[in-house]
């Protein structure tokens, strides 16, 4: 069975052909990162435009690295939220475009549900139920996964996302878009204990998150050396910043698997694929005697294979969409 999946919720446009699932036959990415890192962040409107001027030749060349055509497709699936409008909608015109030309059904996809999904295809033995923490630019979750279309939200970020203050963080400090990377790199010149900020929410079985005080906390701190005159050494607020949400993030998680009974832990979502994030959880986990999983690197960020497995899983169950679905960038992750 072959699955043709798009994703352009953000600033990448991508496609991807899956074969049953778990096995990626092209994931074709086009990243808009050096036109928008001028502007130090997405621009919605300039995203859109370039996802219209890529998309139909990055679904073609997916087919063809894949070495099949429409007519070998099963079911075509699309990122339609959360992320932003202008940009799905791209996406999920050309997705339903296809759809009717070619006949095939069309499965609209959550993208936060995408990046979970995104583990099974890096470790083929994955298999719910597991719990996921789920971190990147937009977003910061804590999920069950009962089964391959069955979830519970536990909880999920009431201001900024994990990745939102990494980028803020970086650009304050002079450095590019995207900042997460830049601070991870830096972090490791840096002392992790040189600075104490503050953690919010840090109540047991508390599973919501909070990273504005923590963002506030750091952009008071460099506003205040600099209105003193003072120099500051950047790798210490890097580490000593990225110290408070690595360690925010892993007590949460284990707290929540502790509380739920999970016995395996995955993360996912851009911010995953952090070196700090990666090597705190997965000591954490070992600790606790826990199976902890990471997707590979480039399925951490946005990307069609990812959206192509969740398809998969959601055809086999009958969940395909009509010709009117539409964007919805607040879409929730379906909670049961």
Do not use: W
């Amino acid at each position: 069975m072959y699955t043709l999946a798009l994703e352009t919720s953000c600033d990448e446009t991508s496609a991807a052909v899956i074969e049953d699932g778990r096995h990626i036959c092209s994931n074709i990415i086009s990243t808009q990162v050096p036109i928008h890192r001028k502007f130090g962040g997405v621009v919605p409107e300039i995203a859109s435009r370039q996802h219209i001027e890529y998309v139909l030749p990055i679904i073609k060349e997916a087919l063809d690295t894949a070495q099949v055509t429409l007519a070998d497709i099963d079911h075509i699936g699309v990122t339609y939220g959360p992320g932003l409008v202008g940009a799905l909608l791209v996406g999920v015109a050309a997705a339903k475009a296809i759809s009717f030309a070619a006949d095939k059904p069309l499965v609209g996809v959550n993208h936060m549900e995408g990046h979970i999904f995104a583990n099974f295809l890096s470790h083929p033995e994955l298999e719910p139920p597991f719990l996921a923490l789920v971190v990147s630019g937009g977003h910061t979750q804590l999920v069950q996964i009962n089964g391959y279309n069955s979830f519970k939200l536990m909880g999920q970020t009431r201001d900024d996302a994990a990745g939102e203050a990494f980028d803020k963080i970086a650009r304050v400090m002079g450095y590019p878009y995207p900042g997460g990377p830049q601070i991870d790199k830096l972090a490791k010149e840096g002392n992790p204990d040189a600075i104490a900020f503050p953690k919010a929410l840090h109540e047991k079985h508390n599973f919501e998150f909070s990273f504005s005080g923590l963002k506030s906390a750091v952009l008071n701190y460099l506003h205040t050396q600099e209105q003193r005159g003072q120099s500051y050494n950047a790798a210490d607020v890097a580490a000593s910043f990225q110290k408070t949400v690595v360690e925010t993030l892993v007590e949460k998680t284990m707290d929540a698997a502790s509380y739920c009974g999970a016995k395996k832990i995955a993360v996912a979502g851009g911010v995953s694929a952090n070196s700090g994030l990666a090597a705190a959880m997965s000591a954490a986990c070992a600790d606790k005697g826990y199976a902890f999983y990471r997707p590979d690197p480039i399925l951490c960020t946005d990307n069609g294979a990812m959206i192509g497995c969740r398809a998969y899983y959601m055809a086999l169950d009958g969940r395909f969409a009509d010709l009117t679905l539409n964007a919805k960038p607040a879409l929730p992750i379906t909670s049961d």
